[in-house]
T-cell receptor, first 112, second 114 residues
C-alpha cells in the first residue's frame, strides 16, 4: 500500500465551513508535504512541514504533524469555492535514493 | 507552473507507435522528474534525473526510457506505446537541489493510446 494515504477520499462541505484532511504514513520521515491539484492542472505545493515541527500555518491553511502517530492533517478554514480541488500528501521513501511518494488524494468539493 | 513547460499537451496515438514527451525548464535546476497520474493510483514516479545524462528508475519505469542531454530538457519516451500507458504525465523539478524538498510541476500531458 501507499506510504502516504489520505483520508477521506472525498469530502463535500458548504462554503465557509472548515475542511480537514488527514494523511497517514508508514516509515519515518524527514518532511511531509501537502499539494493541491485543480482539475486539469499540475500539482501546486502548499506547505512543507519538517519532522521536528508540530504545526505550520500559511494563510487559511494549518498543517499539523504527529510523528508518534505517523499522521498529518491539513485544515482549510473558512472554505471558498476556489478551494475545490484534490489535495495530496507526499512523504519520503528510501528505495536506493530518497524519493517523494504521493498519496491518492482527497477530493474536496466546496458547495456555494 | 514554475517555468516548466511540457509538450505536447495532448496526444492521441496508436498501440505500438513510439511517443516522446518533452519537459523543458528555464532555471537549470538539477533534479527533474516524470510522473504518471491515474485514477485510483495517485501520482507515481516513472524516472528521474539528477543531472545531464544522470537518470534513474522510479516506481513504474517498465516500458519507459528517458534522456537528458541538456540541463533544461528531460525527455520521456514510450518505445512502443500500449493502452496501459494511457495516462496524464507530469514533469516536475526540485529547485532546492534536495530531491525530497518541494517540487514544482508542469501542466501535464494527456496521452491516449488507442
Amino acid at each position: 500500500s501507499q506510504q502516504g494515504e489520505e483520508d477521506p477520499q472525498a469530502l463535500s462541505i458548504q462554503e465557509g465551513e472548515n475542511a480537514t484532511m488527514n494523511c497517514s504514513y508508514k516509515t519515518s520521515i524527514n518532511n511531509l508535504q501537502w499539494y493541491r491539484q485543480n482539475s486539469g492542472r499540475g500539482l501546486v505545493h502548499l506547505i512543507l512541514i519538517r519532522s521536528n515541527e508540530r504545526e505550520k500555518h500559511s494563510g487559511r491553511l494549518r498543517v499539523t504533524l504527529d510523528t508518534s502517530k505517523k499522521s498529518s492533517s491539513l485544515l482549510i478554514t473558512a472554505s471558498r469555492a476556489a478551494d475545490t480541488a484534490s489535495y495530496f500528501c507526499a512523504t519520503v521513501v528510501t528505495q536506493g535514493a530518497q524519493k517523494l511518494v504521493f498519496g491518492q488524494g482527497t477530493r474536496l468539493t466546496i458547495n456555494p | 507552473d514554475a517555468g516548466i513547460t511540457q509538450s505536447p499537451r495532448h496526444k492521441v496515438t496508436e498501440t505500438g507507435t513510439p511517443v516522446t514527451l518533452r519537459c523543458h525548464q528555464t532555471e537549470n535546476h538539477r533534479y527533474m522528474y516524470w510522473y504518471r497520474q491515474d485514477p485510483g493510483h495517485g501520482l507515481r514516479l516513472i524516472h528521474y534525473s539528477y543531472g545531464v545524462k544522470d537518470t534513474d528508475k522510479g516506481e513504474v519505469s517498465d516500458g519507459y526510457s528517458v534522456s537528458r542531454s541538456k540541463t533544461e530538457d528531460f525527455l520521456l519516451t514510450l518505445e512502443s506505446a500500449t493502452s496501459s500507458q494511457t495516462s496524464v504525465y507530469f514533469c516536475a523539478i526540485s529547485p532546492s537541489g534536495v530531491p525530497t524538498d518541494t517540487q514544482y510541476f508542469g501542466p501535464g500531458t494527456r496521452l491516449t493510446v488507442l
